[in-house]
């Protein structure tokens, strides 16, 4: 199994224009991307979509304070595509990369693997605005890059083709955005590269590893569908540990020892809580049925030995999932193909290739123990 992790040090992302424009729905601007892109072919200049302008309220434009909203920093490079680009970059360097872009400015990327979760981030937004014309509680995306401002350009022409609402942009040429990341309050950082995720965990920021499955499954375009593991994601890797020291049955002899006491928080429990507050809104307006949210806990934890305590942590958080999945050490790939959901987190890459082979869109968490033991399956 392989994955395009799109990754590099610098630089941009995969590449390829559209010939035709769109209107952004979710769909139509996936499926048409990915009948007529070429990350690696010629490029053609396209008709420009309609441009998506900000909200106007009373007092100027509308733009939710970053401590109120929902923050999701994304890379570029998971955003859309620019494998040629960074071809480019690896083989000629720098000026001639920059060069390169300026040159092709007007033709924008495809999309990446984020894009489809952005687009439902944004049909969220517009089912909240809705019921809450003057609410600042929405999902504000950054745009983070390592690239030169030059690049902004095509960066911009690229959101504008594809009907993207992204206003904030942060451009660190070349330098870490982790500060910037802290000072956005960001809830969620989506990235190509490993090791700016794990400065991010580090500090505390919920952050995941994207990638590129060779094939993808069709999405909702009306409702956002996220996806967790349980152990060392939303959870600490207390758990995990146990299992990987000493096998199977002293997990679950731990697991039903500690059944009442809570585990400790893992990286992502903060964007669960995000979301959480997010539908809460809706189930105030009477949409708890149809709610444009739904979130799943996926895990290899079997019910009935170990799930118990799992359940038992969420509600004394006051959070709760949509759906739980308990596997008992089953292949997640298959139920995640039923599900459809925008993104999945999970803390191994065993896990979140057996994804990608499905067509699910899974994000890399690089935290807890099964880094350092990533080839044995969790219980």
């Known amino acids: ?12 992302e995969p590449t390829a224009p559209t010939p035709t424009a769109t209107n952004g729905n979710s769909k139509a601007s996936w499926d048409r991307s990915k009948d007529v892109y070429d990350p690696m072919g010629s490029t053609k200049l396209p008709r420009s979509g309609p441009v998506r302008r900000a909200r106007k309220v009373e007092g100027g434009i509308f733009f939710p304070k970053p401590e109120n909203a929902v923050t999701i920093a994304v890379s570029s490079r998971v955003l859309f595509r620019t494998e040629k680009e960074q071809k480019v970059f690896d083989q000629m360097g720098i000026e001639e990369y920059l060069r390169f872009q300026v040159e092709h400015e007007n033709e ?59 206003e904030r942009f942060c451009m660190t040429g070349g330098s870490s955005p982790i500060g910037y990341l802290k000072a956005w309050h960001t809830n969620l950082y989506l990235s190509a590269d490993a090791e700016k995720v794990k400065e991010a965990l580090a500090e505390g920021i919920a952050a995941a590893t994207m990638f590129m499955p060779e094939k ?17 994601v939303l959870f600490s890797d207390e758990s995990e540990r146990i299992f990987k020291a000493h096998g199977l049955d002293k997990f679950f002899e731990h697991e039903q020892e500690n059944e009442n006491t809570l585990l400790d928080h893992g990286p992502l429990k903060g964007f669960l809580e995000a979301l959480g507050k997010l539908q809460k809104k809706f189930y105030a307006k009477g949409h708890r049925l149809d709610c444009p949210i739904r979130t799943y806990l996926v895990t290899a934890r079997s019910a009935a030995s170990s799930g118990i305590r799992a359940l038992k942590t969420l509600r004394a958080w006051g959070l709760e999932t949509d759906e739980a999945l308990f596997l008992a050490g089953a292949p997640k790939g298959p139920m995640l193909e039923k599900i459809r959901p ?8 065993f896990h979140v290739e057996g994804a990608a082979e499905m067509g699910t869109i899974a994000a890399h968490v690089p935290y807890g123990i099964a880094q350092k033991h990533p080839h044995k399956n969790s219980s």
């Open 1 to 12: 199994m392989s994955l395009d992790t799109v990754q590099a040090r610098t630089g941009q």
């Open 108 to 166: 924008p990327f495809a999309p990446g693997p984020a894009f489809p979760f952005v687009k439902a981030l944004e049909a969220v937004n517009a089912q909240l605005r809705e019921l809450y014309p003057d609410s600042e509680e929405l999902f504000d995306i950054v745009l983070v890059t390592y690239n030169h401002a030059h690049v902004g350009v095509r960066l911009i022409n690229t959101i504008n083709y594809h009907n993207l609402f992204i």
């Open 216 to 232: 993808q499954i069709e999405v909702s375009e009306t409702q956002l569908r996220v996806a967790f593991d349980g152990d060392a």
């Open 342 to 349: 925008h993104i999945y987190f999970d803390d191994q890459m």
